[in-house]
């Protein structure tokens, strides 16, 4: 199965995502990940990206695009893809069927973390990823597992665009472009909402339902 998980920034997409990889065996392809390693190499695409990211702007299809169909190509994984973070317009949800389609996959599962405002900021404020093995916390919600943690509390970071400011205008932007998708998927067989409210084990439930069918 090929899944999506869809929501709004702070949804709990990659914490699911990584729950995902960890019990089912799958592959998480986060645009956002994808992303961040390319600005890391500091080309002058790198900085272009890093530039829109710590906007809360998008980053064009173009080259979002090829980096998920780069991606894809050099997976092992097949039908077992977990898409975190794409598509967020139309254009690329209809991107993804044409990838897909040449790679002879299709989407299994659209699955939509309905969160609300409020519920998002604290969650992307008080979230922290490790530099070291990529898991992440929140400082809200995590504080014995942030104490307990292997790697240490020192390798801990925050992510640069995960802040007040950015935060409203990564919502505006998911709203505006982000949103009407959920026009396009709801009329699928196959699209799951799940209250993205709920706590993290409680979701993961949900999710353990829908694989495991
Ligand atoms: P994420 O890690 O999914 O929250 O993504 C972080 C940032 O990367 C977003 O706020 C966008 O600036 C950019 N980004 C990630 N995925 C996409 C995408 N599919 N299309 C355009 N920009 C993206």
């Known amino acids: 199965m090929n899944i999506i998980l869809f ?3 702070g949804a709990g997409k990659g914490t699911q995502a990584q729950f995902i990889v960890k019990k089912y065996n799958y592959f998480q392809l986060s645009t956002g990940d994808l992303l961040r390693n390319e ?5 002058p695409l790198g900085n272009k990206i890093e530039e829109l990211i710590s906007n809360g702007k998008f980053v064009s299809d173009e080259i979002v695009n ?5 991606s894809i190509t050099k997976l092992k994984f097949k039908d077992r ?14 991107k993804l069927e044409e990838i897909l389609a040449e790679f ?28 070291k093995c990529s898991v992440t916390f ?18 801990l970071v925050k992510r640069k665009d995960d802040n007040y400011e950015t935060i409203i205008s990564r919502y505006d932007t998911y709203t505006n472009n982000t949103k009407p998708i959920l026009d396009f998927y709801s009329k699928n067989v196959n699209f799951i909402e799940i209250d993205g409210n709920l706590k993290i084990d409680e979701i993961t439930s949900k999710i353990s339902d829908i694989l495991e069918v």
Do not use: W
Not at 81 to 94: E, L, T, V
Not at 138 to 155: R, S, T
């Open 81 to 94: 893809i977990i898409f975190d973070g794409y598509p967020r317009n139309i254009q690329q949800a209809k």
């Open 66 to 70: 090829t980096l998920l169909k780069n």
């Open 39 to 43: 600005s890391k190499q500091k080309t």
């Open 7 to 9: 929501g709004p920034p």
């Open 138 to 155: 929140n400082e809200f919600f995590n504080k014995k597992e942030i104490e307990l943690h292997p790697c240490g509390k020192g390798h």
């Open 104 to 131: 002879d996959q299709k989407i299994s599962h659209i699955v939509y973390l309905n969160v609300t405002r409020n519920i998002i900021e604290k969650r992307i404020m008080g979230r922290v990823t490790c530099e």
